[in-house]
């Protein structure tokens, strides 16, 4: 079953939120939308990796986030509500020094006043990155 709000949301209607902000300036791309879970990629390059060369853990924190953020705001009905980031945690379990990783994000929890998302990153090769959970409240619109 489909858990958005809007049904029709397309890819590039989710790119469009990344312009002029720091999903732009990272190069977070949205790749894939199914029923339960978005997909995005962020290349590994100078914008995302700490002086050893690898990929910077607050960029594997940034892609979790836009995530869950976007995940959540794709449940709820934007014209009554918002959603806001309460706690984010993420576990870096392997390094990596170039190429693209992707984030998939899936709910652990909707409620009508939280949400929860677990978002886990991987190398081009498949081999987890980082795992990653980020829980938003959903507030109402004043």
């Given at each position: 079953?489909?858990?958005?709000?809007?049904?029709?949301?397309?890819?590039d209607?989710?790119?469009q939120l990344n312009k002029n902000n720091l999903g732009e300036h990272?190069?977070?791309?949205?790749?894939?939308?199914?029923?339960n879970y978005l997909k995005a990629t962020m290349p590994v390059d100078?914008?995302?990796?700490?002086?050893?060369?690898?990929?910077h853990g607050g960029a594997s924190v940034a892609l979790?986030?836009?995530?869950?953020?976007?995940?959540?705001?794709?449940?709820?009905?934007?014209d009554k509500n918002?959603?806001?980031?309460?706690?984010?945690n993420a576990n870096h379990v392997r390094g990596v020094k170039s190429g693209i990783v992707t984030g998939t994000v899936t709910p652990i929890h909707i409620g009508a006043s939280t949400h929860v998302w677990e978002i886990k990153i991987h190398?081009?090769?498949?081999?987890?990155?980082?795992v990653s959970r980020l829980t938003v409240a959903v507030l109402q619109k004043k």
């Open positions: 079953m489909r858990i958005w709000f809007n049904k029709d949301i397309s890819i209607q989710l790119n990272l190069g977070i791309l949205f790749t894939e939308i199914g029923d100078h914008r995302t990796t700490q002086p050893y060369g690898l990929l979790a986030e836009t995530l869950g953020s976007v995940a959540s705001a794709l449940v709820i009905d934007t918002i959603c806001v980031g309460l706690e984010i190398d081009d090769k498949e081999k987890l990155i980082c």
